[in-house]
């Protein structure tokens, strides 16, 4: 566990180094809830598309974040790091944990402004809504970090990976809740997007912050959409350690 630990402070500690990326995240998030997003709600005659829209997005850019905070890893295997990381003290287990909850948490970092910019729009700020938000979040963000850093522990190519989780991006954030709901979604569209971690995680922060959109969603209750999440973030995290494990025995990155 301590080498798990030890990989989650240094993702953490990484994050100083992003302070103006993280400014310019914010500022474009603010433009884009406060100018872009109140255009939209004057054209689409969804009622209060603008509470369903601002929830939306955050969840979408969590998504973003995560698969790049994950995506790192190739990074540090070009400079060597992950030979030295393999080389310390540490089961593989705990390198896919370190890894897993350490690039959630800092993506959690990073979009705190935001969330706290969609609460404080919503009229919704108060500690229940904040701590079930940051909960649901974190389990969001662990599966797909889990799923990302497997994947390119076994492409290990920086341009293939970027071609597929480009993809994998737009698709993923369109076949969602996170734009538009599921009511008005084609038949041959729900199924898939009910499935997708996006739209569990959109609409459970709906019903916690805004009922009135989550009920116009249709969706099933929000207790399904949080269980959905854990299994995801279970299911990604054990999936992760046996396949990286089998990956990386007896050998490193190459």
Not at 102 to 126: D, E, R
């Amino acid at each position: 566990m301590r080498g798990a630990i030890f990989l989650v402070r240094r993702e953490l500690s990484k994050t100083r180094r992003y302070k103006f990326f993280i400014a310019m995240r914010f500022t474009w998030f603010a433009v884009q809830v406060t100018v872009f997003g109140v255009m939209m709600s004057r054209i689409v005659l969804i009622p209060r598309f603008y509470e369903f829209y601002l929830v939306g997005v955050y969840s979408s850019i969590l998504f973003t974040l995560s698969v790049y905070m994950s995506y790192e890893i190739l990074e540090e295997a070009e400079d060597g790091l992950f030979e030295y990381f393999l080389s310390l003290p540490m089961g593989r287990w705990e390198f896919v944990m370190g890894r897993s909850v350490g690039c959630a948490v800092s993506s959690l970092t990073y979009t705190l402004p935001m969330l706290l910019l969609v609460l404080l729009l919503l009229k919704n700020l108060n500690s229940f809504s904040m701590m079930l938000s940051l909960f649901s979040s974190l389990l969001f963000a662990i599966g797909i970090s889990g799923i990302v850093i497997t994947f390119v522990s076994f492409v290990k190519s920086s341009d293939v990976s970027d071609i597929i989780f480009g993809a994998v991006d737009a698709i993923l954030v369109r076949l969602s809740t996170a734009m538009y709901p599921l009511s008005i979604m084609p038949p041959y569209y729900r199924l898939p997007s009910m499935l997708n971690p996006i739209t569990q995680l959109a609409e459970f922060l709906r019903y916690l912050m805004c009922p009135e959109v989550f009920s116009y969603t249709q969706f099933e209750s929000p207790g399904s959409a949080m269980a959905f999440l854990l299994g995801f973030s279970i299911s990604a995290f054990m999936v992760g350690i046996l396949l990286f494990e089998r990956k990386v025995e007896g050998g490193g990155w190459r």
